[in-house]
Structure formats: C-alpha cells, structure tokens
C-alpha cells in the first residue's frame, strides 16, 4: 500500500502583502518618493561594491524577466506570475514520463514501475514550492524529517514482527502495534514539533501503520531483515519521493535565477532605508506647518501602514535565510545586520506614530509657528544627513564585510551627523528660550513650555533618538568589523531540546489541540481500518490522512476551510480527469495538448495559490489534485476513475466531519471568546504598567510593549477567526467595531513603547529609572492623573463587554456612568496642576544652554511622559465612541 504523497497543505510563508491599484502604488511609490539626498552623495572614496547576492548577470536576468512580466506596473503581480510561469514549467518538465509513451526509456520504466517516480514527486513539487529558496528549503526539511520519523518507527516495528499482523499471528502483535501507532500520533501532536513536521510524519505513518495491522503481504520491510528490497520498499520509495521532490523544488527556485530569502531582505532593506528618512520628512513638514495639514498627516499615516508591512516582510525572509547560508559566516554577518536595522525601524515606527499621535492631537498655538519657523532648516538638515548616513551604511555592511576606507567614511559621515544634531538641538533650544522669555518669567517659562510647547518637545525628542539610533546602527557596523560577533546572534531555529519546552507541555491550547487533532486521526484511522459497506473500503487510511493534513489549531475558521479542501478535492480530481479523458491517447498531438493544458492549468491555479489572500489554499488543492490526475496512468490508459473520484470525496467528507466533530465536543471555547479575554488581558497589561513604572519600590523599567503588542495581535487574530466562527442563534460578530477597537489599542501600545524607550537608562529594556522619572514619582500630583488613567481604564474594561453581549436587547454596560465619562477635564487639571509642581522642581531650573540632545533634556522628557499620558487617554476615548457609536 502506497501512501500518496498529499503531505502538507499549503507551505508556511511570510505574511502576504496586500494588493494595491496601480493610483495608490504611483502614490506611495511615485510622487512621495522624491530625493533626499538634494545633491549630496555618498563618499568617493567608497566604491560600488554591492551586496552578498549581488550577481550582475542574475540581476540583469531578474530585471529583465520582471519587464516581461510587467513589473513597472505591478511588481507583485510580476513577482508571482514569474513563479506560477516557474514552477507550471517545470511541472511539465516532471510530468514528462507520464506525458509520453512508456518503454522509451527503460531506467525510467523500471523507476516508475517499483514505485520509486510516481505522480507523487509533481503533488509533492507543488505543494512545497516555496516563494523563496530559504522558506522552500524549510519546508523540505520539514518533509524529510517527518518522513523519515514515520519510516524509522515503523521500520522498527518490523524489526520487532517482520511479517507483521497476519493471520496466524498472536493477538499481542496486533494490540503492539495498535498501541505503537497511538503513541507515535500522540508524541507528534504533543511534542513541539514544527506543524509541517507534524502534517509530514502522520500523514505518512498512518498509511504504514495500516499496512502493518493489514493481514496479508506487505511491501514494508526493515532494512536489517533478510527480505529486504531497496527498490520497491514503501519506506525506501517515500523517502525517495520526497528528497526528489525536494531537490527539484530547491532547483526551481535556483533557476533561471535564485530566489534567495536574504536578497530579497536585502531589497527589502534597501527599500526602508530610503523610506524611514521620507517618513521622518514628511513628519517634519507637518510638524513645521503653521496649522494642521490633514492630507499631510494622512500621507503620514500611508506610509507607516507601509513602513510596517515592509519590516514584517523582512523579518520573513531574515528567518528563511538561516536556511540559505549553509555555514557560511559572511551571510550570517549579514543576517544579524539586517536584524539590528529591523530593531532600529520598529523603534523608530514606534515613536513617529506616537509622535504623530501627540502632534496631531495638540492646539497648535502662534508660539509653535514661531519655534517651527525657526527650526524648519536644521531639521530638515539633520535629516538629509541622516539619511547619506544610512545610505552608507547599507552600501558599506550588506556584503557582510566593511572595509577600512569605509570605515573612515563612516566615521566620516557620523561626525557630520552629530554636527548637524548638534546644531538642530541647539537652534530648538535657542527658539524656545526666546519665545518663553518673550512671554514670561522665571519657572513660568518652564510652565509656558510644558503648556503652549508639549507636543513640540516630544516630536523633538522621538526625532533625535532617530538620530542616536541611526548613529549607533554605523557604531554597530564599525565594532563589527573588529569584531564579528559584536552584533547579537539571530533567534534561530528551535533546536531538538525544544521539542521538550515545558512550557508548551503546559498550554492549554497546544493540549487541546493535541488532543482534537489526535481525536480525529485515530477515529478516522479507526473507520478506515473497519470499513463500511461500499462507502469505505476496510483497511484504508486515506481519511485519517485527510485529517492529518488538516491540522489547524485554530476552530473559528476551521469550517471555511475544511469547506475549501472539499471544493480543492473535487473540483481538481474531476478537471484533471476530465482533461486526461480528452487527451489520452498516445499521438504527438494529443500528448502536446495535454502537456499545453497541464501548464495553463498550472499556472493559473498556482498563480492563485501566489498571488490570492482569500483563495490561496483552494489554489493550491486546485493545482495538487488537477496536476495528479492529469498525469495519473501515462498516455494510452483510461483514468476515468469515477469510482476512485467518488473515495477521494467521501474520504474528505468523513475527516472533515470528524474534524467538525471533535472542535465542538472538545472545544477550547469559541474564537470571539478568545478575542474578547485578549482585549480585557490588554487592558490588565496597560494598568500594569503604568502602575510599575510610577511605582517607587520599582528601580528598573521593563518593557510592556513587547507583551502589549502579543496581547492585541492575539485580540485581532481570534477577531478575525470570529468572522468565520459558527453563530448559531448569536447575533453575528461586530468585526467593524472589533477592527476600530483594536486599532485603537494599537495607538495606546505606540504611546507607551515610545514613553518606556525614554525612561531607562541606556533606552534599554531592563534599565534604572531615568532622573525624571525619578522626579515625577515625587510629585504629589502625580496620583491624581494616574487615578484619571485608572478610571478611564475601567471604563474601558465595561465597554468590553459589548462584545461578549450575542442577544439583540441593548447592552447593560451602555446605561453604567462610567462608559459616557470623558475624563478629559479631570486629566487637563491634573496634568496642568503636575507641569506646574515640575516646573518648581530643582532639577527643571530653566537652563539657557540647553541639553547635549533633545533626548537628555528634561523639558523634553517630562513632555513626553505628559504628553503620553494624554495621548494614551485620547487612544482609549477612541475605543469608547468606537463602541458607543455601536449602540
């Protein structure tokens, strides 16, 4: 019995990019992406050198091959359709052997014959197609594992009982191997397994292990026994199946040009060195504006939504190229690189959003066009000169090696840069000297400040961590030079001693997963193993396969796509055969017809596994079974299999129903459930922190923000899964108000990430408390603003409960008083009634010097910690009338 190789659904992949209309990407892409530089360039004394994967030739092949397929209008279109084309080639190319008539070529014939080529290696080529070389490789290693963990088990179970169960044999080899195979299942689900690992191992095991308990002749021997076939061994041949598809999978995307992981973070990263700077100008154009310009702050807006779309797609192919470097240490050099500019573009989103939040929302007085007016120029001068720095610093460190001219050049350029800071910091504190003193005397200058000039000051102070950040990424780059592991290693794949993670032993959810997903394989196995009637053949593990390959840890969405497999099945199974029926016959005609037919089926039903968000698994079963089908059987043979069709169907109707069966009877709880906690657990995360961080027994500042950010994804995961969820007789899911809810949330986690950066030691996580923060936590009126935070907080946590409300009368938490309390006035009076305790405060004496940076001032800091405080505020009023409007 010869298991098919349907080992996987879709492969893990990076999360895809949205599509965009070709006016949004002339926008983004076209109008905004004006220079920076204004005429300065990079210095002569550094030549052009390119990056660790930059061939000439293959970059000439690549760009020439995107114009053709229309990259200049839509570079992910031509991106995908270049690979469906790719790989709908090459399926042609496999499919050969079964395209043409046999005993042409007698190595093939006996090949196909023992069962070591079969259809199997073109099912498993397209599922396991990744879209690059890193994410490809993982997926293979992920099937050789799997697979050679299910050969390895049941090899020593014939080891142990060579004929297996027959029907003379004693009752305890069956219940041994009965027990064998629930242990196996079990480790695999319980142990911390990568999923594909998992899919791989069972949906193999379960047809070896059928082959066992079967009475009669297996083709399954241990190799250590005296009836052993190399050729024609089921173990031998799956894991021949596999390295074949494997190998040919790493080749495709090999030629006629590599797809590597790390080239395209490369460009990834070249693309967001030029467009963190562009942001930081278009923030400081608004911020220098006399009043608001909304179109400007939604330009703003636009391009973090990029900038944040572009660092999750790097940090997917910074972690498929672990894959890619093969030991190599100048690639890795280069990952740990590209790593520590990830680090600097989340900070640097972190704070222009918090900063935006806080400008955005501020009365601009006539003091702000004054200061503005004044500071426009060395701003923009600052950031000109960052940007050359940043430039450079990619040209000189994404070949993993920097030389000692570009380490002048660095040096160079740093000098420049913090010639320009300096020059920034001190014309910002020179205007709003001036300004307060016009106004005012003594510590209501301070007052005036802190009051007419917030928002001003943490825009100062977020721009001029930009400028340390970027100047401590050249730093990096310089010791790393000196010293290869200055930079820290990158998180790498779990090793084995993961498998044992005792905290995955102890996760509800990976145990209920465990135990749905176990449930269904071995009832499924069971049914297979008995039969019924017509319906299913006795001793067939073709529906505990299904439910294998149906992992899912998630039960919101699980019946869409159980659904879908359904419609992958069928609709693929009886296009391929239709196609095969038309074209079956042995003629040159015929076979070039249905060679023509396999490659544009191929490619539009793997440009829509590429290219879909919504419909990229039904592509991909699509592709599977259309492409097996069409090549089942060879030229001159009849494959309308009506009957074996109709199996395949009832097998995947049957898991999916036992599938459906155990997510409900062992239910974790419902997705919208699961959101709902999420939400209320950020909320319990946000008064954490700021209860530790304005705690004086507390001397360290740990970072939230991490755990905040895990908090809301989970919220907006299951969100999403809710949609999909089953509501029986509850009223349907509130998506809309649950999306704006969790943008909401967003907005307060960029507020206080920025507020935590600024209050350490170091802006590292785990530093001492900063001397203002030191100082604030003296003030008096401190706890009145915190008490502030804390009922708007609770009003927050009642709203909540509008989700978990599934009837049609009117929510009970509508009528409490604290859902329709502003809070807005008891925070303006306690934040006026704090600026003004501060201002009295020795260490805020009114200095005409001014600080080294914007970052040490405490002017600047203590805005920043206010202004967040009201910008947090201003993020949780939203999540209020988002709710209220709901009413």
């Not at 503005?372 to 610093?393: G, N, S």
């Not at 996580?765 to 935070?789: F, H, I, Y």
């Amino acid at each position: 019995m010869t298991p098919p190789m349907l080992l996987g659904s879709k492969p893990l992949r990076h999360e895809r990019e949205k599509k965009e209309d070709k006016g949004a990407r002339d926008i983004e892409e076209g109008a905004d992406r004006r220079p920076l530089l204004l005429g300065r360039r990079l210095p002569s004394t550094v030549g052009d050198k390119g990056t660790a994967f930059d061939d000439p030739t293959k970059r000439g092949i690549r760009e020439a091959i995107g114009r053709t397929f229309g990259s200049a209008y839509n570079s992910k279109f031509a991106d995908d359709a270049e690979l469906a084309v790719r790989a709908a080639f090459f399926v042609v190319v496999l499919g050969l052997p079964f395209l043409t008539p046999r005993n042409e070529v007698s190595m093939l014939d006996y090949l196909m014959e023992k069962g070591v080529y079969t259809n199997s290696v073109v099912i498993f080529f397209v599922y396991n197609l990744g879209k690059t070389t890193g994410s490809t490789i993982m997926t293979v290693v992920c099937g050789l594992r799997g697979t050679l963990l299910a050969v390895v088990n049941t090899w020593l179970l014939y080891l142990a009982f060579p004929d297996g169960v027959t029907e003379s044999s004693p009752p305890f080899v069956f219940w041994t191997g009965v027990a064998n195979g629930v242990l196996f299942v079990s480790l695999m689900l319980c142990l911390n397994w990568q999923v594909s690992t998992m899919i791989f191992a069972v949906s193999n095991f379960v047809f070896f292990w059928m082959s066992f308990l079967q009475p009669g002749e297996d083709h399954f021997q241990c190799p250590f026994t005296d009836n052993f076939e190399f050729l024609g061994n089921v173990g031998v041949n799956s894991m021949i199946t596999v390295a074949v598809g494997g190998l040919l999978c790493i080749m495709v995307t090999l030629v006629p040009y590599p797809r590597w992981a790390q080239f395209e973070a490369e460009s990834t990263a070249k693309e967001l060195v030029h467009h963190l700077p562009l942001l930081w100008r278009t923030l400081a154009e608004y911020v220098c504006e006399e009043k608001p310009n909304a179109y400007r702050g939604d330009q703003i807006l636009r391009h973090l939504e990029r900038l944040s779309r572009l660092t999750s797609t790097m940090s997917g192919h910074i972690g498929n190229s672990w894959y890619e470097c093969f030991g190599r240490k100048q690639w890795h050099y280069v990952r740990r690189i590209l790593t520590a500019l990830e680090r600097i573009i989340n900070e640097s989103y972190d704070r222009i959003y918090s900063a935006y939040s806080i400008t955005s929302s501020a009365d601009w007085s006539p003091a702000h066009a004054e200061l503005a007016k004044r500071i426009q120029p060395f701003l923009l001068a600052t950031i000109t000169e960052v940007e050359v720095l940043l430039q450079l610093c990619f040209h000189c460190g994404f070949d993993g090696v920097v030389t000692e001219v570009e380490e002048k050049a660095l040096k160079n350029v740093c000098v420049s840069v913090r010639a320009k800071e300096a020059a920034f910091t001190r014309a910002f504190t020179e205007a709003r000297n001036d300004i307060a003193r016009e106004q005012l005397l003594g510590n209501e200058k301070t007052k005036f400040c802190m009051d007419q000039l917030l928002a001003e000051h943490v825009f100062g102070l977020n721009f001029s961590s930009f400028v340390r950040s970027a100047l401590g990424f050249a730093e990096d780059l310089i010791q790393q030079r000196h010293d290869p592991n200055h930079l820290p290693r990158v998180t790498e794949i779990p090793a084995i001693s993961s498998l044992w993670d005792r905290s995955v032993f102890t996760d509800p959810e990976h145990l209920n997963f465990a135990l749905r997903a176990a449930a269904s394989i071995l009832s499924g196995f069971a049914v297979g193993f008995v039969g019924y009637g017509d319906i299913f053949s006795a001793y067939d593990a073709s529906i505990a396969c299904t439910a294998s390959v149906l992992l899912s840890k998630f039960v919101g969405s699980a019946v869409v796509k159980n659904l879908g497999r359904i419609q992958g099945v069928v609709l693929g199974s009886i296009i391929g055969q239709i196609v095969h029926a038309f074209f079956e016959s042995c003629e040159g005609w015929s076979v070039a017809s249905l060679a023509a037919c396999l490659f544009l089926y191929a490619v539009a039903t793997l440009f829509t596994y590429y290219n879909s968000t919504d419909f990229s698994y039904l592509g991909c079963l699509l592709a599977g079974f259309g492409c097996g089908q069409m090549l089942l059987g060879g030229c001159g043979v009849h494959n309308m299999d009506k009957v074996g069709g109709y199996d395949k169907i009832s097998t995947t109707v049957c898991a999916t129903s036992l599938i459906v069966l155990f997510d409900f009877v062992f239910s974790p709880g419902r997705a919208s459930d699961f959101a709902n906690k999420a939400l209320g657990e950020t909320v319990d995360v946000l008064e954490s922190a700021f209860s530790r961080h304005f705690d004086s027994a507390v001397e360290t500042v740990r970072f939230h923000k991490g755990e905040l950010h895990d908090k809301i994804a989970q919220a907006e995961a299951m969100g999403r899964e809710a949609m999909q969820e089953p509501r029986v007789w509850r009223t349907p899911w509130k998506g809309q108000v649950f999306s704006a809810v969790i943008q909401s949330a967003y907005r307060v986690r960029y507020t206080l990430a920025t507020m935590e950066y600024s209050m350490a030691d170091g802006f590292k996580d785990g530093g001492r408390k900063n001397a203002m923060l030191l100082t604030l936590q003296e003030a008096s009126c401190l706890p009145a603003a915190l008490d502030v935070l804390r009922g708007k907080l609770l009003a927050v946590r009642t709203l909540l409960g509008f989700f978990a409300h599934e009837t049609q009368g009117r929510f009970p938490g509508f009528d409490d008083p604290l859902a329709t309390h502003a809070y807005r006035f008891e925070l303006l009076a306690a934040e006026r009634a704090l600026a003004a305790e501060l201002a009295t405060h020795p260490s805020m004496e009114w200095q005409e010097g001014g600080s080294r940076t914007l970052e040490d001032d405490p002017l600047a800091q203590a805005c920043l910690v206010i202004g967040s405080m009201n910008s947090v505020l201003a993020g949780l009023r939203e999540l209020q009338h988002a709710v209220l409007r709901d009413e």
